[in-house]
């Protein structure tokens, strides 16, 4: 049934080539996604805790900015608002970028920084879950604030949240579909494309499915090789189940329903 | 700040709480606190639970800020504003009921952490004084496992060493031994007996009685946020002077 997707497409191409450019532009805009929402993060998270009212302030607003506004909304914010509220040459800059960029750069912006108001309340939470006499000992010992957070609580908040990490990975993974809207062409996209081409829509979208289904296995089996590797020698390992990235899911699903429109 | 405060004996006190009051809202868990610590004193600080032992530690250590009174501390005033509290801890050790190692470190790590970030010493002196401490406490065998590897004792004497590898002039203890099983503590005693040989100054809160039999110069006795009694040791377990130690006593030892 997949034999389809061997034939040659009208534009010389076999839709197997189609569906392999668009998991390259998924892949890349959930990696490169991943760590600007990583970065971005972690920072935040910080920020989420400091005392300084400035930093926490600025931090707060981030997250609920960020993370209770509709991917999809942002996503069109960033692709069709923006250009428009920059000043005119940046904005014309921006307009006239070449067809695969102007859609990606908007969409790595929207994914990554969304995914990272996720990842830093996922930080703060690591952070306000460590005992406070690692605080109270890294001050005796005269430790600054800064080298508190860098030696002391960071690496341990962050081994703390890989598992809730994990499904933030599904998370940005899954939400590249919602590129499709802005004119990407990964793979959601391009399985579209091919089931219009061919009439062939259950061979198009059950291969985009597969892939997807492999992307995910992927990466949880990466989260599971990573928890084992920075867990800490004589604690017992966290678990890393699947019902915590079932109950993670949930938001998810719900921004996506102009996506899901799409694809139906 | 060279601020220096002259003890009685003529010597420059190590410890100086003047008049300390510490409120947690309207509860005032230290009530005008005086104490005087000399340079190279040992003090057992005890008393029921509750009755502020461990805060008054905290604010000698500026972990909790005091409301009210003063402390100085090597010569440095810590009430008001500070211009560098972390300078100050680096002279005062401190040793906590929970030992409050870092378990994603090494043991060895962790000695090393404060001495290379906090003095800024080289990776390799910083280990060479590890290691060096880490054998004082008789532990050195264990330099490269982690916390949770280790027993209790064990911990608590990295937690020792730790605090001795900012070569601290005081050390304070809070409740060292309490979190250990029976057959530990004697070796965290020893530990600390030892350390109180080489002149440190201490200021331990314990209910071990053994131990401040053996190196205590005072006793300082609490109860509800004041100090209630101080006296050498033999004197406070022989012949308490208040009602209220003579109860605690009696409870601690039944
Ligand atoms: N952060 C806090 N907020 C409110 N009250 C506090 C706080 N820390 C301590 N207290 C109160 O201050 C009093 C003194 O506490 P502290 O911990 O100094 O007692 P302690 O003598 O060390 O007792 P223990 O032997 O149980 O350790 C207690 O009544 C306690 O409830
Ligand atoms: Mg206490």
Redesign the interface.
């Known amino acids: 049934m997949f034999g389809v997707l061997f034939e040659q497409a009208a534009d010389g191409q076999r839709y197997i080539d189609w569906l392999l450019s668009g998991l390259g532009w998924t892949l890349a805009l959930a990696f490169f996604g991943w760590w600007i929402a990583f970065g971005i993060g972690v920072v935040v998270g910080i920020g989420r805790t400091v005392h300084n009212r400035v930093f926490s302030i600025a931090a707060r607003l981030y997250v609920e900015i960020f993370r209770n506004i509709p991917v999809l909304v942002q996503m069109f914010l960033w692709y069709f608002v923006l250009p428009e509220v920059v000043p005119n040459a940046l904005g014309n800059a921006i307009k006239q970028m070449p067809p695969p960029w102007a859609s990606f750069v908007p969409a790595l912006l929207c994914l990554g920084l969304y995914t990272a108001s996720r990842i830093a309340e996922q930080v703060r939470a690591g952070i306000e879950a460590l005992?406070k006499?690692?605080i109270?000992?890294?001050?005796?010992?005269?430790?600054?604030s800064y080298?508190t957070y860098r030696?002391?609580i960071v690496?341990?908040a962050l081994?703390l949240i890989v598992p809730s990490l994990t499904s933030e990975v599904m998370g940005i993974y899954k939400n590249t579909s919602v590129a499709l809207t802005i004119g990407l062409m990964e793979l959601t996209a391009q399985a579209r494309q091919i089931s219009e081409a061919t009439f062939q829509t259950f061979t198009a979208f059950g291969a985009a499915t597969i892939i997807y289904l492999c992307l995910a296995l992927v990466a949880y089996q990466a989260m599971t090789l990573i928890d084992r590797a920075v867990r800490?020698?004589?604690?017992t390992p966290a678990k890393l189940t699947v019902e915590q990235d079932l109950a993670a899911d949930g938001p998810h699903v719900e921004n996506l329903p102009g996506a899901m429109e799409v694809v139906k | 700040m060279p601020h220096q405060t002259i003890s009685n004996s003529g010597q420059p006190a190590a410890i100086v709480v003047e008049n300390v009051v510490k409120r947690y809202g309207a509860f005032a868990a230290l009530n005008d606190i005086n104490l005087e610590v000399g340079k190279g004193e040992k003090i057992v600080l005890c008393g029921p639970s509750g009755s502020g032992k461990s805060t008054l530690i905290r604010c000698i250590n500026h972990i909790e800020r005091h409301d009210g009174g003063r402390i100085v501390v090597d010569g440095v005033e810590l009430t008001g504003r500070i211009a560098d509290i972390n300078s100050v801890r680096c002279e005062v050790g401190m040793v906590f009921q929970s030992f409050n190692l870092f378990p994603h470190l090494t043991v060895a790590e962790n000695c090393m952490l404060a001495p290379m970030k906090v003095r800024g010493i080289s990776r390799s002196e910083a280990r060479d004084r590890a290691l060096s401490l880490l054998r004082k406490v008789r532990i050195q065998d264990q330099a490269d496992k982690y916390p949770a590897q280790l027993s209790g004792g064990q911990q608590q004497r990295v937690a020792i060493a730790r605090a001795l590898c900012m070569q601290p002039k005081i050390m304070l203890f809070d409740e060292p031994t309490s979190a250990l099983d029976p057959e530990m503590v004697k070796e965290v005693l020893e530990t600390m007996v030892g350390l109180a040989r080489d002149g440190m100054t201490m200021v331990c809160v314990t209910h071990e009685m053994g131990f401040a039999r053996e190196v205590a110069d005072r006793v300082v006795f609490m109860d509800r946020g004041s100090i209630v009694e101080e006296a050498a040791p033999e004197t406070f377990f022989q012949a308490p002077r208040t009602e209220r130690a003579r109860s605690f006593l009696n409870q601690i030892i039944h």
Request: charged share 10%.
């Open positions: 005992p006499g690692q109270e000992a890294a001050s005796a010992l005269g430790l600054g080298a030696y002391v690496p341990q081994r800490i020698p004589g604690t």
